[in-house]
């Protein structure tokens, strides 16, 4: 099973000089979409465990357009082992004079990755649909 969200980062999501946005924000995306999977294939939000592997591979500044890939890889009996990545498709030029101007990358280019484990407790799980 697979989701995706695309989520555009502002002003109020950069932590550092110059616009740049924490790898805390990106994990929480990364949630959102395993929370998304987890309500698709249990009917519940369950909750993520833990993560396996985190890789924070380009920056993010404000104004970027994010893609957030997710899919459930296995499931066990209560435990669903998910894989993530995190794609910029849209950036600000940062042409001096053009503060509005951005490029649409093709392709997008990957800024983050991860695997992790989410949980929904046997008695929480409510399914509807097991198919991607």
């Known amino acids: 099973m697979k989701t995706f969200l695309k989520v555009r980062m502002s002003e109020h999501d950069a932590h550092y000089a110059g616009g740049?946005?924490?790898g805390a924000r990106i994990l929480q995306l990364i949630g959102d979409v395993a929370t998304e999977l987890l309500i698709r294939f249990d009917g519940d939000e369950g909750l993520f465990r833990?993560?396996?592997s985190v890789e924070f591979l380009n920056p993010v500044y404000a104004g970027d357009f994010l893609e957030v890939h997710g899919e459930?890889?296995?499931a066990g009996?209560?435990?669903r082992k998910m894989r993530f990545e995190v794609y910029k498709i849209i950036t600000n030029s940062r042409i001096p004079g053009h503060e509005s101007a951005c490029d649409v990358l093709n392709p997008p280019i990957l800024v983050?990755?991860?695997s992790g484990t989410c949980v929904v407790p046997k008695e929480r799980q409510r399914v509807v649909k097991k198919d991607g």
């Open 20 to 22: 740049l946005v924490d």
């Open 77 to 79: 009996n209560t435990s």
């Open 50 to 52: 833990a993560y396996d």
């Open 112 to 114: 983050a990755k991860a």
């Open 72 to 74: 459930i890889v296995s």
